[in-house]
């Protein structure tokens, strides 16, 4: 059975930062790995999605890269912004699958201090 | 291009009641993914519709059901609910089955008293 965890739990970090969050699965049969946003009450933000041919994706100050083999993503965010002040999770879609199932890790909480 | 719409935002149930929420996909996003989130236990799988079939189903029990219409709109319905079943319920749209890119709606805010 797939896991997923995601450390830390909770990051807070002055404005300006270039900061790192870590996502670990269990299963290194995947078909992909999906970061995603998640404001307070909201639903989910799709940041970036890497299939498991690939090794990084980039989107603005975004980078994440994916390490099957060890059962690793990170998620690298540049000159932080109070605006990305979140909660960030991770999920995988793991191999065999006979439809679109997600496994989502626990989430980093994120506040970026002015 | 609209995104993922979900109907209701909130909710308030009173418990042994019963509840439908409904999902509208992206156009012409044909999977539809139903996930439960609850701070204990985080995000949850349901099930998944693809062309009105039930692909995948979670660990769920049975008074969690779904359904697919032809234009891959997607209800779920919770029967005799418990105050355990509070929770923001998500819906996933997807282009096709298998390796694709989720997108997910704002969410329903259910409330079990």
């Known amino acids: 059975k797939q896991e997923v965890t995601q450390i830390p739990a909770a990051l807070s970090v002055p404005e300006g930062e270039n900061l790192v969050l870590n996502c670990s699965f269990t299963?290194?049969?995947?078909?992909?790995l999906q970061w995603f946003r998640q404001d307070p009450g909201k639903g989910l933000t799709s940041l970036l999605l890497?299939?498991?041919?690939?090794r990084e994706q980039t989107s603005g100050r975004l980078n994440a890269s994916l390490d099957k083999s060890s059962g690793r993503s990170t998620l690298y965010i540049a000159a932080s912004q109070p605006g990305d002040s979140a909660t960030y999770l991770c999920?995988?879609?793991?191999?065999?699958?006979?439809?679109?199932?997600?496994?989502f890790g626990g989430g980093t909480r994120l506040m970026v201090k002015p | 291009k609209a995104g993922v719409t979900q109907t209701p935002r909130y909710l308030i149930k009173t418990r042994g009641q019963q509840v439908t929420l409904s999902c509208s996909p992206i156009?012409?996003?044909?999977?539809v993914s139903w996930y439960q989130q609850t701070p204990g236990q985080g995000l949850q799988f349901l099930f998944e519709?693809?062309?009105?079939?039930?692909?995948n189903k979670g660990n769920f029990p049975g008074r969690f059901s779904g359904r697919q219409f032809s234009n891959s709109r997607s209800e779920m319905n919770v029967s005799t609910l418990e105050l355990g079943d509070s929770a923001l319920y998500l819906c996933?749209?997807?282009?096709?089955?298998?390796?694709?890119?989720?997108?997910f709606g704002q969410g329903t805010r259910l409330t079990v008293v």
């Open positions: 996933a749209s997807s282009l096709y089955v298998g390796d694709t890119e989720a997108f």
């Open positions: 299963d290194s049969a995947i078909y992909n």
């Open positions: 890497i299939q498991s041919s690939q």
């Open positions: 999920a995988v879609e793991t191999e065999p699958n006979a439809g679109n199932m997600l496994t």
């Open positions: 156009s012409g996003h044909r999977s």
């Open positions: 519709y693809f062309s009105e079939t039930q692909r």
